[in-house]
């Protein structure tokens, strides 16, 4: 799987691991973090996970990370595209060049890695009759986003990828799926809250409550509830889900977002 030295990524492996998988864990620089992933799996007394590095943003970079798996675990049968960035990218950016760079990059990391990788692993599960592939996508992709566009039409993409891959490969046993969580507690939505708490005169659980304060469910996600759902996607139970977008948001999907973004605090 993919990205998988920190936050959703890391909780999946552990995840996999715990379920019986020999997980290829993928990391992009953080070496030190992925190890330590790896670490806490073998110290809970499961199989070693095969790590790999590699820029997955670059075509040549994926496809040595996906060689490096085939020749030591094997070729993949299932495939967790987990790696993935966000970052502001507003319209407002004078810099067409600065603009394109950003955009460039989250449209290659998020989406064209996911598609490639699969594109790489398809033949094997094809000719095994057997494949999983679960897309970590987001609630960005059925909503705007103000000031990362580039985000939100990268995670529409993984799901229309899915879509393709499921109409596509179903049939030849391949079952492919994502998730698509709103808020859920990492070190990149801790650092989104920061700037929420700095502009609320608040601290971080302060932002969360306030975010979360009109959700059916009034707080962010765990990472384990969204590596919970993966985990059961692959499993034989799942075995007729296939071509599902799987909202893990707290109900934030039914509600109307003006509700949410601009209700008055309750007081």
Request: negative net charge; aromatic residues 6%.
């Amino acid at each position: 799987m993919t990205g998988a030295s920190r936050g959703i990524g890391a909780a999946i492996a552990r995840t996999l691991a715990a379920a019986g998988a020999r997980v290829a864990l993928h990391y992009g620089s953080a070496e030190e973090r992925a190890r330590a992933v790896a670490e806490e799996i073998v110290t809970a007394g499961h199989p070693a996970p095969f790590l790999v590095r590699a820029d997955l943003t670059v075509e040549e970079e994926r496809r040595r990370c996906f060689e490096a798996v085939a020749a030591g675990p094997g070729a993949p049968l299932v495939l967790v595209n987990n790696a993935g960035i966000f970052a502001k990218n507003p319209f407002t950016e004078p810099d067409d060049a600065e603009f394109l760079r950003r955009w460039r990059r989250t449209l290659s990391l998020n989406l064209e890695a996911a598609a490639h990788l699969s594109l790489l692993s398809l033949p094997a599960m094809r000719g095994a009759g057997f494949g999983r592939i679960v897309m970590i996508s987001s609630r960005a992709a059925f909503r705007g986003e103000t000031d990362c566009a580039d985000y939100a039409v990268s995670k529409a993409g993984m799901v229309m990828l899915m879509q393709s891959i499921a109409v596509d490969y179903g049939p030849k046993g391949v079952r492919a799926n994502a998730v698509c969580p709103g808020w859920v507690r990492t070190d990149m939505a801790d650092q989104a809250m920061d700037e929420v708490a700095g502009m609320r005169g608040t601290d971080r659980e302060g932002a969360y409550r306030h975010v979360h304060r009109l959700m059916p469910t009034p707080r962010p996600a765990e990472t384990s509830e969204v590596a919970g759902l993966v985990s059961w996607l692959l499993s034989p139970a799942a075995g007729y889900i296939n071509g599902a977008a799987i909202p893990v948001d707290g109900g934030l999907s039914v509600l109307d977002l003006g509700l949410i973004e601009f209700a008055e605090d309750p007081s």
